[in-house]
């Protein structure tokens, strides 16, 4: 920018005029950014861990249907949306937290397990 923002000696930095206007523009700025990153901390979804008898294959005995509605019972702020789709989906694209796919067919930048 060319302009001196900070003056600064081996034991103190303090703003300069030009740094203190620029300071009292980028303020309200500053307080918006904190509030909004506070209001989706506090809505964000709580991460939880998921007991692995509710995503295990399907066996005899083993009704899937019944560990769904455990599933949902155990965590009730967990939304469940399955999409069953024939085409390559870009899970980040089309904001999916996770997939199944069938075969070998993987992009290079996810991750298979």
Do not use: C, W
């Given at each position: ?79 469940i949306e399955i999409s069953i ?29």
């Open positions: 920018m060319g302009v001196r923002l900070l003056a600064r000696t081996t034991r103190n930095v303090v703003a300069t005029e030009a740094g203190e206007r620029l300071m009292e523009t980028l303020r309200p700025a500053f307080n918006v950014t904190r509030s909004r990153i506070e209001e989706l901390e506090r809505n964000a979804p709580k991460t939880r861990r998921v007991d692995p008898r509710h995503i295990q294959p399907a066996s005899r005995g083993n009704d899937p249907h019944a560990r769904r509605q455990r599933l949902m019972a155990d965590y009730p702020e967990v939304k789709d024939q085409r390559f989906v870009d899970l980040v694209a089309e904001r999916y937290d996770a997939g199944v796919r069938l075969g070998e067919s993987v992009e290079k930048d996810m991750i298979a397990v």
